[in-house]
C-alpha cells in the first residue's frame, strides 16, 4: 500500500515509466540502488513538497573479499559527501534543503527535500537527482578493489558499454543501423 501522495504528484509517478508503486511512495526502478519518492501538498499554487531518499552501500559493504582501511573509507564517505553537495544543479526546482549524506553500518542515505511548483518538473527532478547521486557513487569507486552488490553492476555496465562503443554496437541512428549516415 502506497502513501498517500497529492494528486497531481500521483498521477505524474503513475505515468512515468520509470517509476513503480512501493510500500512508502514510488521506487525508481533505473538505478541500482534504493530509490523513493515521496511527497506532501505543496503550499500555495505549489504542486508538491518532494523527499527523495536512496540508499548506498559504504565502500566497505561494497567491497568484495576484503575490508576497506577505516581512513580510505572515511575519506571517501568525505568525498561522497563533498561531491553531493551540487546534485540540486541538475533540477529545475531552486527551492529545496541541503543534501543530507547520513552513514550508519554499511549504509548511506542521501535524503533530497525539494518544492516543485509544476508535479511533471518534481516528477523529473526526483530521476535527475537520483541519477546524480548514482553517478557520483560510480564516480568513487576505487580501482583496486573487487566490487559487489550494486558497485559491481554498475562496474559491469560500464564495462559493457564500452565494450559496445568499442565494437561499434553502441546504438545507432541510421536506417541500416550502420550510425549517422554520411
Given at each position: ?96 534543503d541541503d543534501p543530507s549524506v547520513s ?80
Amino acid at each position: 500500500m502506497t502513501t498517500t501522495l497529492p494528486d497531481p504528484v500521483e498521477r505524474e509517478l503513475e505515468a512515468h515509466e520509470a517509476f513503480e508503486p512501493a510500500a512508502e511512495g514510488y521506487e525508481l526502478t533505473t538505478t541500482v540502488f534504493d530509490a523513493t519518492v515521496t511527497a506532501d501538498a505543496g503550499e500555495g499554487k505549489r504542486d508538491g513538497e518532494f523527499t527523495v531518499t536512496v540508499s548506498l552501500p559504504t565502500l566497505d559493504a561494497a567491497v568484495a573479499g576484503e575490508t576497506v582501511a577505516q581512513v580510505v573509507e572515511d575519506d571517501w564517505f568525505e568525498t561522497l559527501e563533498r561531491r553531493l553537495q551540487d546534485v540540486f544543479r541538475v533540477a529545475h526546482t531552486s527551492t529545496h534543503d541541503d543534501p543530507s549524506v547520513s552513514r550508519e553500518d554499511e549504509t548511506v542515505r542521501v535524503t533530497l527535500e525539494y518544492t516543485a511548483w509544476n508535479a511533471a518538473e518534481g516528477v523529473a527532478d526526483a530521476k535527475a537527482l537520483v541519477e546524480f547521486v548514482e553517478g557520483t557513487f560510480a564516480e568513487g569507486i576505487i580501482p583496486g578493489y573487487d566490487y559487489r552488490g550494486p558497485a559491481a553492476t554498475l562496474l559491469e555496465n560500464a564495462q559493457q558499454r564500452g565494450q559496445e562503443a568499442a565494437d561499434g554496437d553502441g546504438g545507432s541512428s541510421g536506417p541500416d543501423g550502420g550510425g549517422m549516415p554520411m
